[in-house]
């Protein structure tokens, strides 16, 4: 099939063939990462801006070395040193970076919608980093592509999403992408973490880890996002910890061959024990080594062909 978007905003948007378009592209660039020279002149000439406006370790550096592997130029803003901090809008900001002819925008933005927003202002093609609590759409293809190498599929996999989903564009985006491929997705947390409308998405929700992780091919735990709550939606840490946090004693009811996710970053004894993250079942790192081939995939099939519509 023909891959024609010219933004990439969620997996929402996304069918399961494109998804697996993406995926076999991702597979077929991930050994250029292992070769001496990892540089490959695919996307020579092409130019690729980067806009945060919210911190990130994985994303934002995956896309810049998975553009320089393909050779194009990058470009990123620190928006606390722009104009953005003397009052500029974010569509300013954005039709000024368009003026400057880039190929692709890369945006992470607080509110979710923003990269929408500049998609449709837009000529060029925009990706979506992260926006708010609606997607991470990327996460969501590196966490798919992740599974495959270790199952050698994603249908009728029993998929256990645990954790902060109310304040979660990755289960968002990772709901959406397991069920169409075909996965049994479970969500697990605290009451006042699971919101109703996860009912609609096909998914199983219980209020137990213990009943979450029970037969699961894939365990991921969410970080708490204490950043976005504006109130307490558990007594303390340490009680969450004791109720939603995955220790070693828990892996025992799960396949033999379970594997451990979580898209980090971790609070470490918090969501995850240290012996479970850093253990044998975790495919922690493995996530983020298969961040830089998505993110390959997507540049190249978002600018490494003609015009899109
Ligand atoms: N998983 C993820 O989005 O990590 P960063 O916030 O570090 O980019």
């Known amino acids: 099939m023909a891959y024609q978007r010219k933004d990439l ?49 994985r994303t934002r550096m995956s896309f810049e070395i998975a553009a320089k592997r393909l050779s194009a130029d990058t470009v990123n803003l620190t928006v606390a040193a722009s104009s953005a ?5 974010l569509a300013d ?17 607080q509110a979710s919608g923003a990269p929408h927003f500049l998609a449709r202002r837009l ?19 590196l966490d798919l592509l992740t599974v495959r190498e ?20 990755v289960a968002r985006s990772n709901i959406r992408a397991f069920t169409k491929m075909g996965s049994e997705v479970t969500v697990a947390g605290p009451a006042t973490m699971l919101p109703p409308y996860l009912a609609t998405m096909g998914v199983k929700m219980v209020y137990s880890l213990e009943e979450a992780v029970r ?11 204490l950043e976005r709550m504006g109130q307490w939606f558990f007594p303390t840490l340490r009680e969450y910890s004791a109720t939603f946090g995955l ?20 609070n470490r004894g918090v969501e995850i024990s240290p012996e479970v993250a850093d253990g044998p079942y975790s495919v922690i790192l493995e996530q983020v080594t298969n961040g830089v081939a998505v993110r390959m995939a997507v540049l190249l099939l978002h600018i490494g062909g003609g015009e899109k519509s």
């Open 123 to 141: 000529r060029c093609g925009v990706v979506n980093a992260g926006d708010g609590l609606h997607e991470h759409p990327t996460q969501a293809l």
């Open 215 to 225: 037969g699961a091919d894939v365990i991921m735990m969410l970080r708490l996002q």
């Open 247 to 266: 220790a070693l004693r828990h892996l025992a009811l799960a396949k033999e061959d379970v594997i451990i996710m979580h898209p980090g970053p971790i």
């Open 150 to 169: 270790a199952k050698g599929r994603l249908s009728g996999l029993k998929v256990a999403i645990i954790g902060d989903i109310a304040h979660s564009r």
């Open 85 to 89: 901090v003397k009052g500029e809008t």
């Open 9 to 57: 905003l969620g997996i929402e948007d996304l069918s399961a063939e494109e998804i697996q378009l993406i995926l076999d592209t991702a597979d077929s660039l991930k050994e250029i990462s292992t070769r001496s020279i990892k540089k490959v002149p695919t996307l020579r000439g092409k130019t690729v801006v980067t806009l945060f406006y919210e911190p990130s370790t």
């Open 93 to 109: 900001t954005a039709h000024n970076l368009e003026a400057m002819q880039p190929d692709l925008l890369i945006i992470r933005h």
